[in-house]
T-cell receptor, first 111, second 113 residues
C-alpha cells in the first residue's frame, strides 16, 4: 500500500501554462518535503511544510500543506522548460520512523 | 553542485564481482542513508546510519553490506548481485536521524550483467 499518492502521474504542458500537482494520504504526516529530480541526478529539496494550512512560495512555485496534514499541493505558475523533471513529495508518517516518497509526478514543459 | 558526493557515477559489474559504492558529505550531518531507485519509480529506503551506527535495515538482502567508517563516509559493499539489482543507488544525509531535509547525492547507476 502506497502511503503517499501523487497525481497526476504524468503531465505534458506548453510553456506559460499553470499546473497543480497533488500529494495525498489517509495518514497524518509530521511534515512533508517536495523534491525535484532531473535525469541523472539525485532529488533536490524544494521546500518543507510543517504546519497544517501552511503556504510557502518559491518564485513561481506555491506549496500548500493541508489543514489536517494529510495532503499537500504544488502549484506552478507560467511553467518553463526548466521546470521539467520528476516531482516527489516525501515525509515521515506521524508515529513511525520511516521516510517515504510519494509515487512521483513526471512533468514535461514544452517550449 | 551537490554537497553529497557519490562515486563512481556509473558501475557495470558481473554477478560474481565484488565492488563498493562510496558516499561522502562534509556538512557535519550525523545521519546517512542509502536508497535504491528503479527507473521511473521513487527512491526506496535501504539503510539508515545514525551517529555511525546502523539504525535501520529495510530487510535488504545480505548481498548488500553497508559500512560507515566515520561520520563523513558511507560505503555500500556489493557481492553476488542479481540483474534485478540494476538501479540508481542514492546516498543522502541529514543533520540528525530522520530530521528533514535530506540532501542527496547524484547517485551511482549500477548495471549488473
Amino acid at each position: 500500500t502506497q502511503l503517499l499518492e501523487q497525481s497526476p502521474q504524468f503531465l505534458s504542458i506548453q510553456e506559460g501554462e499553470n499546473l497543480t500537482v497533488y500529494c495525498n494520504s489517509s495518514s497524518v504526516f509530521s511534515s512533508l518535503q517536495w523534491y525535484r529530480q532531473e535525469p541523472g541526478e539525485g532529488p533536490v529539496l524544494l521546500v518543507t511544510v510543517v504546519t497544517g494550512g501552511e503556504v510557502k512560495k518559491l518564485k513561481r512555485l506555491t506549496f500548500q500543506f493541508g489543514d489536517a496534514r494529510k495532503d499537500s499541493s504544488l502549484h506552478i505558475t507560467a511553467a518553463q522548460p526548466g521546470d521539467t523533471g520528476l516531482y516527489l513529495c516525501a515525509g515521515v508518517k506521524k508515529g513511525t520512523y520511516k521516510y517515504i516518497f510519494g509515487t512521483g509526478t513526471r512533468l514535461k514543459v514544452l517550449a | 553542485d551537490t554537497e553529497v558526493t557519490q562515486t563512481p557515477k556509473h558501475l557495470v559489474m558481473g554477478m560474481t564481482n565484488k565492488k563498493s559504492l562510496k558516499c561522502e558529505q562534509h556538512m557535519g550531518h550525523r545521519a546517512m542513508y542509502w536508497y535504491k531507485q528503479k527507473a521511473k519509480k521513487p527512491p526506496e529506503l535501504m539503510f539508515v546510519y545514525s551517529y555511525e551506527k546502523l539504525s535501520i535495515n529495510e530487510s535488504v538482502p545480505s548481498r548488500f553490506s553497508p559500512e560507515c567508517p566515520n561520520s563523513s563516509l558511507l560505503n555500500l559493499h556489493l557481492h553476488a548481485l542479481q540483474p534485478e539489482d540494476s538501479a540508481l543507488y542514492l546516498c543522502a544525509s541529514s543533520q540528525e536521524s530522520w530530521e528533514q531535509p535530506q540532501h542527496f547525492g547524484d547517485g551511482t547507476r549500477l548495471s549488473i550483467l
